[in-house]
C-alpha cells in the first residue's frame, strides 16, 4: 500500500524513467510485432487527433482504443509527443516534403500547401502546440520551418530574377513573412473540426493578400500560373 502511494505521487517524469528502464529489462519484442503494436498506436492516435483537441488525448484513451495495457504502450512510447513525432515523420513528411518543390510555380507551390493543410493540418496544429514545451518537437519543427522557408526563398528569388516577383523584397524575409501568414492561416481553418470554408476559397484569400504581395501580377486562379 506504501508503494502505490508512492507510485502515485511520482512525477510523469519520473515514471518515465521507471517505464524506460522496464522497457531495458524486458523480453525482447519481434522487430515485425513491435512495428505492428506502434503502427496500431499511432493510427488510433490519428483517429483521436480528427475527433479532439490534442491537449484533451491522454495515453488512457489510447490504451481503450487499442487494448493494449498500460505496461504494453509505455513499451512502445514515453509519451504523446513521442507519437506525434514519429506519427508526423509517418505520415506528414512524405506529402510535406513535395509542397515547396522548387520546379513548381507560385500558384502550384499556395495549391499543393492547402491540399497538405486539408489532410493534415489537425496533426500539424497537435505538433506546433507540443513545441513550446517539448525540446526534441521544438527542435525537429524548428529544422523543418527552416527547410520551407528555404525552398520558397529559392523560388522567390528565381522569379524575381523571372521579372515575375516583386525585386526589392528580401526573398528569406519575404519567404518567411509568407511562410507563417498561409501557415497560420491554414492552420486555423483546417487544424480545427468546425472548418468553415472551401479549398476553393482558402486558395483564393491567399493568392489575393499573401502571395499578391511578392507577384504583384499573380492570378486569384491556382489555374493561371504565375
Not at 120 to 127: K, P, S
Not at 156 to 171: E, N, S, T, W
Request: glycine residues 4%; hydrophobic residues 40%.
Amino acid at each position: 500500500m506504501q508503494f502505490v502511494c508512492r507510485i502515485k505521487g511520482l512525477t510523469w517524469c519520473y515514471m518515465n524513467d521507471i517505464f524506460a528502464s522496464l522497457r531495458q529489462g524486458a523480453p525482447a519484442v519481434p522487430t515485425k510485432k513491435r512495428d505492428e503494436m506502434r503502427r496500431i498506436i499511432m493510427d488510433a492516435t490519428m483517429k483521436l487527433i480528427n475527433e479532439r483537441d490534442v491537449c484533451d488525448i491522454k495515453p488512457s484513451d489510447i490504451m481503450k482504443i487499442t487494448g493494449l495495457s498500460r505496461a504494453a504502450f509505455y513499451y512502445h512510447f514515453p509519451d504523446i509527443p513521442s507519437i506525434l513525432l514519429e506519427l508526423y515523420q509517418r505520415d506528414a513528411m512524405p506529402m510535406g516534403n513535395t509542397i515547396t518543390d522548387t520546379n513548381n510555380n507560385a500558384a502550384q507551390v499556395i495549391t499543393n500547401v492547402v491540399n497538405y493543410f486539408i489532410k493534415f493540418g489537425r496533426l500539424e496544429r497537435a505538433i506546433l502546440l507540443y513545441a513550446g514545451r517539448h525540446r526534441t518537437i521544438y527542435d525537429f519543427m524548428n529544422a523543418r520551418i527552416s527547410w520551407r522557408i528555404n525552398q520558397i526563398a529559392t523560388i522567390i528569388k528565381r522569379d524575381q530574377a523571372a521579372g515575375l516577383a516583386r525585386p526589392d523584397l528580401d526573398p528569406i524575409e519575404a519567404a518567411a513573412m509568407s511562410h507563417f501568414a498561409v501557415s497560420g492561416y491554414l492552420t486555423w481553418h483546417f487544424g480545427r473540426s468546425d472548418n468553415p470554408i472551401s479549398p476553393e476559397k482558402a486558395i483564393r484569400h491567399i493568392m489575393l493578400t499573401v502571395v499578391h504581395d511578392i507577384y504583384p501580377n499573380i492570378s486569384a486562379s491556382p489555374s493561371q500560373p504565375a
